[in-house]
C-alpha cells in the first residue's frame, strides 16, 4: 500500500534532519576537539617555554656568580697569603636565597674557603664526588649536577640536610706565585628549582610538567617520591630522543601529548605532559553539550516537521476527503477548494468536472427521456383512432361495396404498415422498412383520396440496407397530403432516397402543393402542438426532426423549403450506416435514462 | 499514519532519553564529586617517626581528593583512648580509618565493630581479629620477622658470626604489638646461633635514654645496642651522645634525626621500612574499598631497605632518606 505524502514528507525530513545534524554535531566536534587540543599543546608550549626562560635566568646568574667569585676575587688572589673569605661571604649573603654554601679546593680536595663557614665531614672524600670529578675532567666548562644532598659539611645541629645542585668549574689558582689547579664550588639550592616548577604544577588537572637532564635523568618531577618508591612510572628515558616541540607519546597504555624544550647551556630538558584522558575528561562537557544540543534541536525539529508537514498535506488531504466522498456516491459532495495555488486549481478543476459531468448526465437523462417520449409518441401516433377508423371505415366500404380486392390491398397494407411501425420493438430499421412503411402508408391514403393524387418512390438501392429511424417519412408524407396536394388535382409526391456527395444519406419528399410561407415553414419545426393536425397522424414533423437529431445528432434531422403555389421539398438528412444488428444496438444502446426507469 | 506516529513517537524517545543522559552527565562531570574523609589514629602521632609516613598519606590524599585527618595522641595512647577517639572520628563522618593499635591482642570485636562501620586499614602492625571473609579491613605492614633477622644478619655481617664475646642490649619497643614481638622473634631467631649474648631488654617506657645508661652503668655493660623501632633507636644514640659510650648500634629507624646518626657514624646499620610507602598505599587501599564496597581489603607488604653510612648518600637511597620537600 503507497504511503501517505505526509508521512513520506515526515520520514524523509526527519531522516534528512537527523543525518545534517548528526554529521553537523559530529563535524563541529571534531573540529572544536581538534582546535581545543592545539590551543591546549600551544598554552603547554608556551608555559613550558616561560619557564624555560625562569629557568635559564637562575641559572645564568648562578653562572654570573660564579664567573664574578672566579674572576673577580680568586684570580686577583694569592690563595696562599690572602684571604678571599670576605668577597666569598659577600657573594653568598648577596644570594643566600638561592645558595646554600660556596667552596674552592685544590685539586687535590682540600678546602681553601667556604662560605657559609662550614666544618668538613670527617671521612668526606672530595674527590670522589662527581661534581669535583667532571669539573676537573673538563676545565673549560662549568658542570651543574644532578640534584643530591650535600655531603660535604657536617650537618647543622638541627639535623637539616638540604638538596642541592652543584655547580662546579675548575680555576686557576695563585698559590704563593705557583700556578694551581682548583675547584670553585657553587652549591645552588634545589629548593628554589623546586618551588619554580612547583609553582607551575599547582592545578589540579593530570597535566603536568618535569625537568631531567640530556640523559633523561630527572631533575625534577611533582611525583618524584612516587616514582622513588615504585608507586608511580614516567617515561623519563624517551626523552633524550625527543627534539623540541609537541608529539603524543603511549606510556603505560596511555596516550600522552609530550611537549619539549631544552634549557640553554645545561643541555637539561623541561617535559610537559598532558594525558589524552584529562584532555578526554575536559572534553567530555563539551561533547555533552554537543550531544544536548543535537538532540534538542532534533526534538525541535522533529515537532517542526510534524506541523510543516501537516499544514503542506492538509490541502491535500482534505482534497482526497472530498474525492473519496465522490468514490462513495455522496450527493452532492463538498469538494474542497483552498491551500496552496497548485491545490486549489487541482480543487477548482475537480469541481467544474463533477459539474460537467453531472451537467452532462442530466442532459443525457433529459435526452433519453426526450428520446423515449418522442418513439413513443411516434408510436402512439400509430394507432392513432382517426387514422385507423377511417381507413377501416374504408375497408367496410369496399367490402360492402364488393371491392374485396381493393379491401384485401387496404388490409394487407395497413398489416404491412403496422408491422413496420411495430417493428418487434425496435427504434432502428432499415431505410427499406421506412420506405415499406411510406409505401403502405400512401397506398392506403390513395385509396382514401381516391387518386387525388400521385405518389412516386425513387430510393437508391444503397442506402435500402441502411439505418433509419422508423417513422421519420410517413409523418411527412401525411404533410405533404395535408397541407400540400389533398385538394388539388394534379397533385404530384415525389419521394427520393440517395447517398450525397458527403456519404450521408438524404430523402427528400416533395410535393407540388400550395407550398407555404416562412412563417409556416417555421411553424412546423416548432413545440407548439396547437399547429399539429388532429385529423393526421398527430405527429408533427418537430416529432420527426427531434428524434432524427436525439439519435444521430445536431448535423442531422429535417430540412423544409417551400414556395408558397410552388411546392414544399422536406428533405431528410441521416448518416450512412448499415444496417447490422450491432449497429442498431449501438445506435438505440442511447437510451440510459429509459434503462433507469 | 499510524506508522508515521510510531516512528515519530520512537525517534523522540531516543532522543528523549539520550537528552537525559546527557545532561545528567554534563551534571555529574561538572559536579565535584565530595572528598572521602579518612582519619588516621596512630600511636604518638606527633613523632618524628611518621614524617614519612605521613609524606605518603598526603601524596595520596592529594592524588584521590581525600579529606585527611591526622588525629592527635601521645604517646602514653592506649586501646580504650584509642577507641574513643576512634568512634569520635566516626561521629564527625569519617567513612575510612587508617589505624596503628597500641596492642595487637583481644580487638576482635573493636575491629568487627569498626570495620562494619568505615573502611579499616591496619598499619605498622597486624591485630587479633576475626575471620574476615568479606574483606573489610586489611593491614599493610614490613615483613617484620625479616626485618629482625635483617637487623641480626648487619649485625652478624660487621662482626662475625662468632658473637659469643658480645653481650647485646635490646631495646624491644612496644610489645604488645605483633610488629615488635615479630621484629624480636626475627632478631633472636637471626643472633641465636651467633653464641652473643641478649644482656637485657627495655620495653616501651618512658625515658629509655635514661634507661640504656641505668642499664649500662649499673646493670650489664653491652657492647651491641639494638633498637626494634625508631625511638628506641634515637634513645640509643642520644645516651652515645651523652656518654660518648663507644657501642656497635643497630636497629629499625627512618626519622631524620636517625639518618643523622647513621651520617654521624653513630648508627652502624639501620633498616628502613618504606614508610612513604605505606602511608601512600593505605590511604589507596581505603580509597579502592570506599569507591567500590564489594573489593575486598587485601594485606600488603611494606618493602625496606639496610641503610649504612656507605651507601647512606647514593642515588637511590638518598631520595628515600632524605625526603625532598
Redesign the interface.
Known sequence: MPR?I??AI??SF?VVS?ICMLVMGVVLYQRFAIRSEQMMTENAEQVLGQTVVNLEDYLRSMRRMSDAMYYDAIKEADIKEESIDSQMNLLYEANKDNLISLALYDDEGNLFFASPVGVE??QVDVLSQNWFKKALAKPENLHFS????Q?IFV?DPN?R?Y?VISLSRAVELNYGGVPKRGVLLVDMN?AVI?QMLDSVNESNSQQYIYLCDSTGNIIYHP????I????YQENNSAVPQYGDGSLIEEFDGEKRIVTVDTVSYTGWKLVSVIPMRNYH?GM??TR??V??VV??T??AM?FLN?IVANRVTMPIRKLNDSIRDIEMGKKNPDIYIGGPAEVEHLGRTLRDSMNQINQLMKDMVASQEEKRKSELDALQSQINPHFLYNTLDSIVWMIEGEKYQDAVFMITQLASLFRVSLSSGKTIIPIEDEMRHAENYMNIQKVRFKDAFTVSFDIDEAIKRLCTVKLIVQPILENAIYYGVKDMEDGEIEVKGFIGDDGDVYITVSDNGFGMNEEQVEALLTDDNSKVRKKGSGVGLINVHRRIVLRFGDKYGLKIESEPDEGTTVTIHIPAIDYTEENRLMLESGKEHQDEE | ?R??NL??YF??TI??I??AG??S??IM??MKDNPYKVSVVVVDSSSVRWNSFY??LQ?AAKDYNIKLNIVSTSNGVNMDQEYKLINEEIADGAQGLILQVDNSRGTENMISEISGKVALELVDTSADADVDVEGKYACIEADNEALGRAIASELRIALGNDLSNYKIGLVMGNQKQYSMQKRREGFLNGIESTGATIAWEIGNINNITNAIRYRQTEDERVDILVALCDDGLEAICEYALWTGDDVYIYGEGNS??N??YI?H?LIDSMIVP?E??MG??SLVAVYSRLENKLTPMMDEEVPYKVINKENL?S??N???M????
Open positions: 501517505s505526509q508521512v515526515s520520514i526527519t537527523l665531614k670527617d644532578l640534584p643530591h644532598v655531603n650537618d639535623f640536610y638538596w634545589y623546586e611525583r618524584l617520591m612516587q622513588t618508591t615504585g608507586l575528561l567530555s562537557d555533552f553539550y550531544i544536548m538532540c534538542i532534533l526534538l522533529l510534524r | 499514519m506508522n508515521r516512528f515519530t525517534i523522540a532522543l528523549v539520550v537528552l546527557s545532561i552527565g554534563m562531570s561538572g609524606n605518603g601524596q631524620i634525626r639518618v643523622a651520617d657514624g618504606n612513604y610507602y601512600y598505599q648518600f642515588e637511590e638518598q631520595r628515600l632524605f625526603p625532598i620537600g
